[in-house]
């Protein structure tokens, strides 16, 4: 099954963050994976977005990541 691309937009309501978190994220080193297609475009897999999603959830607001 193909690999699903999503724009800054879309990844954005995916995780229901900001379009703004996402860039400051990209300019800070990228904890989200993005993918550089061409000089100027950015996407977002889908099943990067679902593995940042798993690798961040916790039982307590005290766990360490």
Same mark, same amino acid.
């Given at each position: 099954?193909?690999?699903?691309?999503?724009?800054?937009?879309? =990844?954005a309501k995916?995780?229901?963050? $900001?379009?703004?978190?996402?860039? *400051?994220?990209?300019?800070?080193?990228?904890?989200?994976?993005?993918v550089?297609?061409?000089?100027? =475009?950015?996407?977002?897999?889908?099943? $990067?977005?679902?593995?940042?999603? *798993?690798?961040?959830?916790?039982?307590?607001?005290?766990?360490?990541?």
């Amino acid at each position: 099954m193909e690999n699903k691309l999503l724009t800054t937009k879309e =990844a954005a309501k995916f995780l229901c963050i $900001s379009v703004a978190f996402l860039e *400051r994220d990209r300019w800070a080193g990228a904890r989200i994976p993005f993918v550089k297609v061409g000089a100027r =475009a950015v996407r977002y897999e889908l099943s $990067s977005l679902q593995a940042y999603i *798993r690798s961040n959830v916790r039982s307590s607001t005290s766990e360490k990541g």
